[in-house]
Nanobody, 123 residues
Framework: VQLQASGGGLVQAGGSLRLSCVVS????????MGWFRQAPGKEREFVAA????????LYADSVKDRFTISRDNAKNTVYLQMNNLKPEDTAVYYC?????????????????WGQGTLVTVSS
């Protein structure tokens, strides 16, 4: 199973980016999915998560109302739409998959991780 994240880049504050995470080797519908990020010199933190069927989502307070997680199980892809980006959103963003039901903001609850994509927001 591989998770391939993409879509990162350099954007000015107030701009938007959409990250994608393609899951290969397994059926995406069997996994809950999450996005996490790690800024330089900081610990990894939770960003957003979605349940297997997409019926429930959870967001970190810092991104609520700006970011939207969604999934297209037919395309085996999870998205993170990021609007109104701020310099403090600068980080490497990772997608992760969990086989358990429910939703989890704890990275330890995830079984599989992608390689990360860098998002840089300039002021």
């Amino acid at each position: 199973v591989q998770l391939q994240a993409s879509g990162g880049g350099l954007v000015q504050a107030g701009g938007s980016l959409r990250l994608s995470c393609v899951v290969s080797g397994r059926t995406l519908g069997n996994y809950g999915m999450g996005w996490f990020r790690q800024a330089p010199g900081k610990e990894r933190e939770f960003v957003a998560a979605v349940t297997m069927g997409g019926g429930s989502t959870l967001y970190a307070d810092s991104v609520k109302d700006r970011f939207t997680i969604s999934r297209d199980n037919a395309k085996n892809t999870v998205y993170l739409q990021m609007n109104n980006l701020k310099p403090e959103d600068t980080a490497v963003y990772y997608c992760a998959a969990r086989r358990s039901l429910g939703i989890d903001p704890d990275g330890n609850g995830y079984d599989l991780w992608g390689q990360g994509t860098l998002v840089t927001v300039s002021s």
